[in-house]
């Protein structure tokens, strides 16, 4: 899905997308399936080519439990904000100034996405983004407010989530033992 930001008006245009007007249907079926989603976003021009969008996405992904890996819906309460600026050219040798590692960069501030020369940006992509990045690496359910896992019902914090399997040994003869009863002279 892609707008156009040239027709943006001055003011900035809002934009409300949901599972029943189905902007992002196709755009987001491989992250959230058939579950139902909320994108609420402005775009706002700050000069002739650079843009700001800000707002905000609910929806459930299907994920598997980091704990015990049944099945359940991650719930995903997103807020962004980013400039949308025109597509910057890399030469051969050209370098991206970037933090090191994930846990180095700033939370607050906007993040920066570019928009080809066209003025056509692709928000459908963005939001995509958006949701996968949202995703923690090791999901689980929520706990309820006895300390339960809020799907298996298991108390989360007295019981070590973890699977050891006990491989089989094998006898194998040692391959060198044969040396031991050769003869040299």
Known sequence: MKINLS???????EYHWTRESK??????????????????FLVHPMNHRDFEISGSLKTLTKE???????????NIME???????????????GKYARVN????????????????SNFMFD???????????????NPSPEEDSMGN????KIPVHEKTF??????????KPNPFAVLKNIKLQ
């Open 162 to 171: 973890n699977y050891n399997e006990e491989l089989p040994k094998e006898d």
């Open 123 to 137: 928000i459908g992509e963005y939001l995509h983004e958006v949701v996968a990045l949202a995703v923690p690496f």
């Open 79 to 93: 807020k962004f904000h980013s400039i949308i600026i025109p597509e910057q050219p890399q030469d051969r040798v």
């Open 149 to 152: 896992c809020r799907e298996c």
């Open 101 to 116: 590692h994930i846990s180095e960069s700033i939370e607050s501030g906007p993040t920066v996405a570019e928009y080809p």
């Open 7 to 13: 027709d943006i008006p001055e003011d900035g245009r």
């Open 64 to 74: 598997q439990c980091s704990r015990c890996g049944i099945d359940f819906k991650f």
């Open 23 to 40: 902007e992002l249907d196709q755009v987001l079926i491989d992250v959230i399936d058939k579950n139902p989603y909320e994108a609420k």
